[in-house]
């Protein structure tokens, strides 16, 4: 097993890619390779009074888990489901075979928070859609960590997730340590320092995401200033990604399928004066 870890021996380094208020730091097709099932990771950070409303749009094969740290979120499925959830709180809307939604952020102060997209295995990727929300109250918390998604230290996720992952929130103050032991089984580890200065692996992460090679044990993490950071850690995930606009799949039929329904969904919905006419 790897000891140690250099800032050489870290996989992958990136920043992102900002568009106006949305900073995309991993992508299907990049950095999503390396750490699949997670395959997609949005940061999102406005100012407050409104924020960033997306309209109707269409999944499949994939879960998106969202992270509204200080904003509040209004959410709709074309099945007719619309939930609130709090600022803190999840809002998680598996796919499966085909599903579209839309949601609009709330919030007076200035808005943090994070999208993810889980591809979803072949027993869950063409499955019926559903979606939970999550209030903050309800977030498992310990000490410094947020358990998103997956088991930490005897917490557990209230999603039902069929991936073998774990999703973490990080909150450290200055000159305060912390150690993740991977759980049985995950080979691979990434973390995005949102605020501070993240020490690790004989580096500074500030507003970065990084993956840490593969047979790690142990990785210690101290904070340089206030920090916040998510942290995943996944077990092998033995499936090729294939790749539509809006959907990510683990085989060229499933995908077929997944995007056939989703276009006859919004054929519907056009139909029904939901979509403006394409």
């Not at 340590?177 to 080979?187: K, V």
């Given at each position: 097993?790897?000891?140690?870890?250099?800032?050489?021996?870290?996989?992958?380094?990136?920043?992102?890619?900002?568009?106006?208020?949305?900073?995309?730091?991993?992508?299907?097709?990049?950095?999503?390779?390396?750490?699949?099932?997670?395959?997609?990771?949005?940061?999102?950070?406005?100012?407050?009074?409104?924020?960033?409303?997306?309209?109707?749009?269409?999944?499949?094969?994939?879960?998106?888990?969202?992270?509204?740290?200080?904003?509040?979120?209004?959410?709709?499925?074309?099945?007719?489901?619309?939930?609130?959830?709090?600022?803190?709180?999840?809002?998680?809307?598996?796919?499966?075979?085909?599903?579209?939604?839309?949601?609009?952020?709330?919030?007076?102060?200035?808005?943090?928070?994070?999208?993810?997209?889980?591809?979803?295995?072949?027993?869950?990727?063409?499955?019926?859609?559903?979606?939970?929300?999550?209030?903050?109250?309800?977030?498992?918390?310990?000490?410094?960590?947020?358990?998103?998604l997956g088991s930490y230290q005897g917490l557990h996720s209230p999603?039902?997730?069929?991936?073998?992952?774990?999703?973490?929130?990080?909150?450290?103050?200055?000159?305060?340590?912390?150690?993740?032991?991977?759980?049985?089984?995950?080979?691979?580890?990434?973390?995005?320092?949102?605020?501070?200065?993240?020490?690790?692996?004989?580096?500074?992460?500030?507003?970065?995401?990084?993956?840490?090679?593969?047979?790690?044990?142990?990785?210690?993490?101290?904070?340089?200033?206030?920090?916040?950071?998510?942290?995943?850690?996944?077990?092998?995930?033995?499936?090729?990604?294939?790749?539509?606009?809006?959907?990510?799949?683990?085989?060229?039929?499933?995908?077929?399928?997944?995007?056939?329904?989703?276009?006859?969904?919004?054929?519907?919905?056009?139909?029904?004066?939901?979509?403006?006419?394409?």
């Open positions: 097993m790897t000891t140690s870890i250099t800032p050489a021996s870290l996989v992958y380094r990136t920043e992102g890619k900002r568009h106006g208020p949305i900073t995309r730091l991993v992508s299907p097709s990049d950095v999503g390779q390396l750490i699949k099932p997670f395959v997609f990771l949005d940061y999102i950070e406005a100012q407050g009074g409104g924020g960033p409303q997306f309209g109707f749009h269409p999944h499949s094969g994939i879960a998106t888990l969202t992270f509204p740290m200080t904003f509040d979120v209004e959410h709709e499925t074309s099945q007719g489901q619309i939930d609130h959830v709090k600022a803190g709180g999840l809002e998680w809307m598996m796919a499966g075979s085909g599903i579209w939604h839309r949601g609009r952020a709330f919030s007076q102060v200035p808005m943090r928070g994070f999208q993810i997209w889980f591809v979803m295995p072949p027993s869950h990727e063409l499955s019926k859609p559903e979606a939970l929300f999550i209030q903050p109250s309800d977030v498992p918390t310990q000490g410094p960590v947020k358990v998103l999603i039902p997730s069929p991936n073998d992952v774990t999703y973490v929130w990080v909150s450290l103050q200055d000159g305060e340590d912390w150690t993740y032991t991977l759980p049985e089984g995950h080979e691979r580890v990434w973390v995005f320092a949102q605020e501070g200065d993240l020490q690790v692996a004989g580096t500074s992460l500030h507003r970065e995401l990084a993956v840490f090679p593969q047979g790690l044990q142990h990785i210690g993490f101290k904070a340089k200033g206030p920090c916040g950071f998510l942290l995943g850690s996944t077990a092998p995930y033995p499936h090729d990604l294939h790749m539509g606009y809006y959907s990510v799949h683990n085989s060229a039929d499933a995908l077929v399928q997944g995007e056939a329904r989703i276009q006859a969904i919004g054929d519907e919905m056009r139909s029904l004066g939901k979509l403006a006419a394409a």
